[in-house]
């Protein structure tokens, strides 16, 4: 990892921090900007690591999609500030950031489908495995939920399926780690967003949306799957 790349992991940490602390302690616009801030700071770090890394035409796609997925992020960040800041229409904010978030996840599907292919890896395995571990995990993390009393109300079928691209990427990234022996950041990632996501719903379906230990938590598990991700642009 050269010397840029450790600087841009460092300036986007300090700004997500910086977000963590004001969203936590005043929220409102502040958050928002903020957090804006300290998503496009890693857009624009991937966006700087490809113009200087020198790679092949196939690796450098790669990491445009992982960029991609870094943007959509960005936006689905600012969406779902926008619901906290507009309560009156959580619905489409929510919905939007969700939609956001689940593009994000087809980029980063895409992107390590084609690093796997490179690799000369097998999809069909990979998928296969994904589909069916997805469709019980989701099960299971829906079960669960209603254990916790969490209410999704108008939000269920969305959830469920967000659920569904959540646990099929994290055990995607899992078995191509595994058949690949490589690349085990990308599940660590995918991991942290799906632990994020858990204390998110906690926080928006269970009643807990001004928890500041909760609000720290998920930002904390989020922007660090961010940082990871960032860092596999740099190692892919």
Same mark, same amino acid.
């Given at each position: 990892?050269? &010397? ?31 957090? &804006? ?21 196939? &690796? ?40 956001? #978030? ?15 292919? /490179?690799? /000369? ?16 995990? &989701? ?12 209410? #999704? ?10 659920? #569904? ?14 058949? /690949? ?36 938590? /998920? ?18």
């Amino acid at each position: 990892m050269e &010397t840029y790349q450790i600087i841009l992991l460092v300036v986007c940490a300090l700004l997500a921090m910086l977000f963590i602390v004001i969203r936590a302690k005043f929220g409102g616009l502040g958050g928002v900007l903020t957090k &804006t801030l300290a998503s496009f700071a890693f857009v624009t770090s991937a966006i700087v690591i490809i113009g200087f890394r020198y790679v092949d035409s196939s &690796t450098r796609t790669v990491m445009s999609f992982v960029t991609i997925g870094l943007l959509l992020g960005m936006i689905g960040d600012i969406l779902l500030d926008l619901k906290v800041v507009y309560p009156g229409n959580d619905k489409y904010y929510l919905n939007a950031g969700m939609l956001s #978030f689940g593009l994000g996840h087809l980029a980063y599907f895409s992107a390590f489908s084609m690093h796997a292919i /490179n690799m /000369n890896c097998d999809l069909l395995m990979p998928i296969l495995v994904s589909l069916g571990c997805g469709a019980v995990l &989701t099960v299971t993390i829906m079960f669960v939920s209603k254990k916790m009393k969490l209410e #999704f109300g108008n939000f269920l079928w969305q959830t469920i399926a967000y659920s #569904f691209v959540l646990t099929f990427m994290t055990v995607f990234t899992l078995v191509l780690a595994i058949a /690949n022996g490589g690349l085990w950041l990308t599940f660590v990632g995918m991991l942290l967003f799906i632990l994020s996501d858990i204390v998110l719903s906690m926080q928006y379906f269970g009643g807990k949306l001004d928890s500041k230990p909760l609000i720290v938590v /998920n930002h904390a598990l989020y922007y660090a799957a961010q940082i990871v991700l960032l860092a596999v642009i740099m190692v892919i």
